[in-house]
């Protein structure tokens, strides 16, 4: 049993000073205890850690490849999944183990104590499956493994290229069917620091007939989807449905509270009460989403609603949490011309906030900071810095 006395600490009751917490031999919070083993200090600044709700690993291996447009090209989006395909079809076992462990450590030194890991790179780089069809998968578990840092592992299901098109060659490392896909999920070994969640890449390459039949008997906790991120994919799902990506999806599924909806940066204002109302949550992407061109998540419009979100690194163009919502304010400080993106809250709120709508994404652990039972992880800052 070991006695931690924090400093400055910031709880869901507010901030106090010289806050002790009590935990057992595993790390985790108790009620109360007596006599402890140890007693330590802890200096500085100590707040609840973040959630990263959206990683795809491999993609730290390719910051600055996909910066240099060739002249006079329209570069967007869809120009930047050209770079995106090379690595992703070259990068081997060993090196997507040793890229994520890199990755993991630095997610870790900048405040992310549990990564959300949206994993697509399935097969061999010629698209054949590998002996073992979990193969990637494990050497992801490994990374987080050596780096220390907690995991959701999200196979993600990717079968289309496009609304009602079949896949692309570039694509060949991606696609599973959907027996092999259920394997890979049900492979996981979960533990108190290795949780899974049902995924889809987006509308465009999952048939909406799969993301209905799947999630409706889907068992766990969370649910997640990249969903309206860029205005072409709106336009083609316009074309292809009739309806826009969010509102297709709420006729395919029953949202509810284990729904993800990553970047939905292109969502309507009757799209952002949906999501509201039925408690599910965006993840917003701030660094990545700039980095791409995607847009501005509308966020003064979503907080009026009193809507979910969290945050990720997506591609790892940055790292620090404090930039995601830095990022995410001033751009919508440039739209909406006024000053304090975030309605009606503190910064400590908001913090709080993040933590627990993150817990909700990575499914599987306590929503609320310090709650008893839970593992003792916190962010401190030094305040000497």
């Known amino acids: 049993m070991k006695k931690w006395v924090f400093e400055k600490m910031l709880t869901v009751d507010g901030w106090k000073r010289n806050y002790p917490v009590i935990t057992d031999a595993g790390g985790r919070i108790m009620d109360s205890g007596n006599n402890p083993d140890e007693v330590e200090i802890v200096k500085g600044i100590s707040i609840p850690p973040f959630y990263n709700a959206h990683s ?7 910051i600055g ?20 395909y090379k690595v992703a079809n070259r ?23 549990h ?8 097969n061999s780089p010629d698209g054949t499956p590998y002996e073992d069809p979990a193969e990637i998968s494990k050497r992801i578990i490994s990374a987080v493994r050596t780096a220390g840092i907690k995991l959701t592992l999200i196979p993600i299901l990717y079968q289309n290229g496009g609304f009602g098109k079949p896949a692309n060659p570039e694509q060949r490392r991606f696609i599973l069917d959907t027996d092999s896909y259920l394997e890979i999920l049900n492979s996981i070994s ?6 899974s969640a049902l995924g889809f890449h987006s509308l465009r390459a999952v048939s909406g007939e799969t993301i209905s039949r799947l999630s409706e008997n889907y068992i766990g906790d969370a649910i997640h989807i990249h969903i309206s991120e860029q205005l072409k994919e709106v336009a083609d799902c316009l074309s292809f449905t009739g309806m826009r990506p969010i509102t297709y999806l709420s006729e395919l599924v029953n949202l509810d509270q284990r729904w993800n909806l990553v970047h939905a940066t292109h969502a309507s ?3 952002l009460d949906l999501i509201a109302s039925n408690d599910s949550r965006v993840v917003i992407c701030p660094s990545t989403e700039g980095n791409l061109g995607d847009g501005i998540f509308p966020i003064e419009a979503y907080s009026s609603v009193k809507g979910e979100w969290c ?3 997506d591609s790892h163009i940055g790292l620090c949490p404090f930039e995601e919502l ?7 400080r440039m739209t909406s011309h006024r000053r304090l993106s975030f309605q009606d809250i503190s910064m400590d709120s908001l913090i709080l906030n993040i933590h627990s709508s993150g817990a909700e994404a990575v499914g599987s652990v306590p929503k609320k900071f310090l709650e008893e039972g839970s593992f003792l992880d916190v962010l401190v800052v030094d305040d000497t810095h």
Do not use: C
């Open 56 to 62: 795809h690993a491999f993609q730290y291996a390719m």
């Open 190 to 195: 979960l533990d108190h620091s290795i949780h």
């Open 269 to 271: 204002s009757g799209e």
């Open 65 to 84: 490849l996909a910066e240099k447009p060739a002249r006079n090209s329209n570069d967007s989006f869809w120009t930047w999944r050209e770079t995106m």
């Open 115 to 122: 990564v959300a890991e949206f994993h697509y790179l399935h």
């Open 326 to 332: 830095r990022i995410l304010d001033y751009s919508n």
């Open 91 to 113: 990068v081997s076992p060993d090196d997507v183990e040793a890229i994520a462990t890199m990755l993991y450590h630095d997610l870790l030194l900048n405040g992310y104590t």
């Open 311 to 313: 945050i990720g690194t």
